[in-house]
């Protein structure tokens, strides 16, 4: 599997990949797409990154364990979720405001950190799975 | 009353929680004087009860508390009466006592902070359960005294005996709670009411009720086990494990008595039945007689008080379950008395033994001259407990006979039980208070002398308290014990038995009781080798039986695991496989609800073609012959699902399914060659038609279900709301993706945390396995 080209591709595919899935997850709200695909496209990524130049530079790259990463990616959907109690709303409400981004209007809301906090969850779970197997198989 | 007074009861009964929740940094900081510090809580506490005792005493009662789970109607609210406040003030007031008693017993030990912490959550607990109104509250406080006594007895972790003693405590209260949840949740039912104020009220609902019976003995199993009444007794006297000021405080003053007060409290409501007025002094009555005769055969201090403790136990459930106006006048007189001096002589056995470095009753003698102030208080709470004159035992004596009498051949017998009982109790009481001072001072482990203020102050109170309050009994009985009794018995009682002898058949059987203590005290040595001989005699007891039931247990259920979780992969899938086909197929069958033959959809031929792949992909999982490529055939079967999913207008659906195939084939063959599993398949024939038979039965199963699904008429409301309010409310254009997190979040959220979780356990797995030596063997990827 370790091929001279896919090592070689393999970094910049993952970077691509990773981009499209934030691209994806971002987009969710309107057009398909959404935390769960863009979670997986990411998790897809790093597992080929695995294959290709093994576990270790991956590790690095992320930096944190990948639990710790699902870990907070649920303890941000949680939050999200509880944020509706300084508003009198029940809980898991949505909330929505507009903020300025260089001048552009853009929305913000509840909903998208939920949406990051699935994405988080999906992209931890499954590359600590795919990161720990294969860590045997190349030892 | 006013709002602000329930908010200050609201935060008298919270206090001793906070004051745990400090109590370990406390600790660090003032080491064992921080006990003067938190001795506040308990004393601010009992200061904020005794503004009620005026009210009360005038027949008021205060209830107060707020709205907990409103839409189940749960509230959290409390009940003050004579009873409750009685027991708040023995709680809150005792509490402060034994809060500087641990300063001083406890003093080095590098836990004590800790010991506080569980110590004060157990008074809020027991302040909890005595105060509470709604059953919600009074089960919720009910299990809480049974883990923080838990907690206590444990707290000398390391040693094996109060680890098995802890638990013993925790499995017997414990049943006991859930038989006392059970019995709520009847008398619920059989009623209505959800408090007990509402319960009383309702006056003799209960009784005419149908389920009074099923009600009855489930209260009387949670109180019986929580009280110690025989065969549930043995739990106490192994809870001496526990440090001295955890058996004075729960194992004597409060907590064994919560099962006395429960009894107590539905009196009026389920008491004056021929049921009630034969098993409670039937079962009251053989504790008494069982305690004090296996308090007889007992050397240690601690051991001693403690199956006393379990007959006084005894000696109230009988006086409660004969009802009479006088009975409860003199269980409630006998409670408060019992409270008082055995927390006293707990405390002073704790003494001796921390300055002598033992408790061992024969080899103790002489300490008066070293230990004079702890003397005087052990004199006197034994006076208390003997009911000699003056004293508020006697008070409680001379009631409990009074209402024993001679009125016929039963009462005598009960009669008889509670001389004995006490004549018992006199001897021994007079044996922990006397024979370690008195006689030829012997050689202690440690050289004794007397203990330090925070020791002394305890039994010195509760030992003077117990001959002021009967000095005053006019008072005391205005105060605390007609309103206890007013409480207790459902009507309004007034007490008025003074200290001053009045002569009569309850006196002549004081009498009798005392001479008959003094006969058991000047011969105890002989006694106990007889009850010795006995006891050896017998050999068998609960506490065996509970060690035996507890092993048949764990044997049983070590037994069940084998079978259930054997721990053979494939025999779990085929189990599960199995399931799913017969939870499918049998009702589907059972029913007549198969589906009927489909006409044969008009698709235009590329989704023929598409489905063509997918059934060829099958066909080549079938047909691989080794397994990588039966993995990455079953991937072509997923995207040919996927592209269909694409054609018919589900994008995202096909995009997360496009997604899970790959990551699927990715994951699956990284397992192959994780678990070393050979390229081909080694199945013998009879296990493949097995396994053949159990696929197909699945796979015709779910075809069958989806196809009755797409039959039945298709209510479209629901897609219709999604659709028409995704863009309003949910301000998102992609329905899949508002519904998922927006609509129905919370699920989503739920089913984030079972991937996580999954993910945890996968990786748990992976671990085990790398752990294994024979696995570290490295191979060339």
């Not at chain 2, 003995?217 to 192994?238: C, D, E, R, V």
């Not at chain 2, 006199?426 to 202690?444: N, Q, S, W």
């Not at chain 2, 678990?675 to 013998?684: G, I, K």
């Amino acid at each position: 599997m370790r091929t001279l080209i896919f090592r070689t591709i393999a970094p910049y595919l993952t970077s691509l990949m990773v981009l499209f899935s934030i691209f994806v997850l971002l987009r969710g709200h309107n057009d398909p797409g959404g935390g769960f695909i863009g979670g997986l496209i990411a998790a897809s990524a790093f597992a080929i990154y695995g294959i290709a130049c093994g576990v270790s530079p991956v590790r690095r790259a992320l930096y944190f364990h990948p639990m710790a990463i699902s870990g907070f990616g649920l303890l941000l959907a949680a939050l999200a979720g509880w944020l509706s109690i300084f508003f009198q709303v029940p809980f898991m409400t949505g909330l929505w405001t507009k903020i300025s981004v260089l001048g552009l209007p853009v929305d913000i809301s509840t909903v998208m950190f939920f949406d990051i906090g699935v994405y988080l969850v999906v992209v931890g779970s499954i590359t600590s799975i795919a990161l720990a197997l294969e860590e045997r198989e190349h030892g | 009353m006013t709002a602000d007074g329930q908010w200050m009861t609201f935060l008298a009964l919270m206090l001793p929680f906070a004051a745990a929740a400090i109590a370990p940094f406390l600790t660090g900081l003032f080491r064992h004087n921080a006990a003067w510090v938190l001795a506040i809580a308990p004393a601010l506490i009992f200061l904020h009860f005794t503004g009620f005792l005026g009210s009360v005493a005038g027949g008021e009662t205060i209830s107060g508390g707020y709205a907990w789970i409103p839409s189940l109607g749960v509230d959290f609210s409390w009940y003050i009466d004579g009873l409750s406040l009685t027991f708040a003030l023995l709680i809150s007031g005792i509490g402060t006592l034994i809060v500087l008693y641990a300063g001083g017993y406890l003093k080095g030990h590098e836990h004590q902070g800790r010991f506080f912490s569980f110590i004060l959550m157990f008074m809020g607990s027991m302040l909890g359960l005595v105060v509470a109104d709604s059953f919600l509250t009074l089960f919720v406080f009910w299990e809480l005294t049974s883990i923080t006594s838990f907690l206590l007895i444990g707290f000398d972790h390391s040693r094996e005996a109060s680890r098995r003693a802890a638990l013993q405590a925790l499995v017997v209260t414990g049943l006991g709670g859930l038989s006392l949840l059970a019995g709520l949740l009847v008398i619920s039912a059989a009623t209505g009411e959800t408090s007990m104020s509402g319960l009383l009220a309702a006056g003799s609902a209960l009784r005419e009720a149908p389920l009074y019976m099923a009600a009855l003995l489930l209260i009387l199993g949670g109180a019986f086990t929580k009280s110690a009444q025989f065969p549930f007794h043995f739990w106490l006297p192994n809870a001496m494990e526990a440090p001295t000021p955890v058996s004075a405080y729960l194992h004597s003053a409060t907590m064994v008595k919560a099962g006395v007060y429960l009894l107590m409290r539905l009196n009026p409501v389920l008491g004056d039945t021929a049921a009630w007025e034969t098993i409670l002094p039937v079962f009251g009555g053989t504790t008494l007689i069982v305690g004090t005769l296996l308090a007889l055969r007992q050397t240690d201090l601690k051991l001693m008080l403690a199956y006393t403790t379990v007959a006084s136990l005894g000696l109230l459930v009988m006086l409660t379950g004969f009802g009479s106006e006088k009975a409860v006048e003199a269980a409630v007189l006998y409670l408060v008395a019992h409270s008082m001096f055995k927390g006293a002589l707990f405390m002073v056995a704790g003494l001796v033994d921390h300055e002598s470095g033992t408790r061992d009753v024969t080899k103790l003698g002489g300490l008066r001259a070293e230990m004079p102030v702890t003397f005087g208080a052990a004199v006197l709470a034994a006076c208390s407990m003997g009911g000699l004159p003056l004293f508020f035992g006697f008070l409680a004596k001379e009631e409990i006979y009074a209402a024993l009498g001679f009125a016929d051949g039963w009462t005598a017998i009960f009669t008889l039980v509670a001389i004995i009982g006490n004549g018992l109790m006199f001897a021994i009481g007079f044996a922990v208070a006397l024979k370690p001072f008195l006689g030829p001072k012997v050689k202690t482990p440690k050289h004794a002398h007397e203990g330090p203020v925070l020791l002394w102050l305890g039994p010195v109170v509760l030992g003077t308290l117990g001959l002021v309050s009967a000095l005053v009994s006019g008072l005391s009985h205005y105060f605390v014990s007609s309103p206890m009794s007013s409480a207790v018995a459902g009507e309004t009682v007034s007490v008025t038995i003074s200290t001053v002898p009045h002569v009569g058949l309850p006196l002549v059987l004081s009498v009798i009781t005392v001479a008959l203590g003094v006969a058991f005290f000047m011969t105890i040595g002989r006694g106990r080798a007889a009850m010795a001989a006995v006891l050896n005699a017998i050999g068998w007891g609960p506490d065996k039986g509970f060690d035996q039931v507890m092993r048949g247990l764990t044997r049983t259920s070590y037994r069940i695991t084998g079978v259930v979780q054997d721990g053979k992969l494939d025999h779990y899938m085929t189990v599960t496989f199995v399931a799913v086909a017969a939870a499918l197929l049998i009702p589907m069958v059972l029913f007549g609800e198969l589906p009927s033959m489909p006409s044969i959809p008009a698709m235009p031929f590329y989704e023929w073609v598409v489905l063509l792949i997918g059934v060829i992909g099958l066909g080549a999982v079938i047909y691989a012959r080794d397994r990588l490529t039966a993995i990455v055939s079953l991937g072509i079967q997923g995207f040919a699902v996927a592209l269909l999913f694409m054609l018919m207008g589900a994008p995202d659906l096909s995009f997360t399914q496009f997604m899970v195939e790959t990551l699927s084939v990715v994951i699956l063959a990284l397992v192959m060659t994780r678990l070393r599993l050979s390229p081909t398949d080694h199945r013998p024939t009879r296990e493949k038609i097995g396994d053949v038979v159990v696929s197909g039965l699945c796979g015709t199963a779910l075809g069958l279900m989806l196809l009755k699904v797409t039959q039945v008429p298709f209510n479209g409301e629901l897609s219709e709301f999604f659709a028409q309010n995704s863009r309003v409310i949910a301000h998102g254009r992609n329905i899949v993706n508002v519904i998922i997190v927006d609509f129905r979040g919370t699920d989503t959220l739920g089913e984030i945390a079972v991937v996580m979780i999954t993910g945890l356990a996968i990786l748990a797995l992976v671990r085990i396995r790398a752990a294994k030596p024979a696995d570290t063997a490295t191979k060339e990827g």
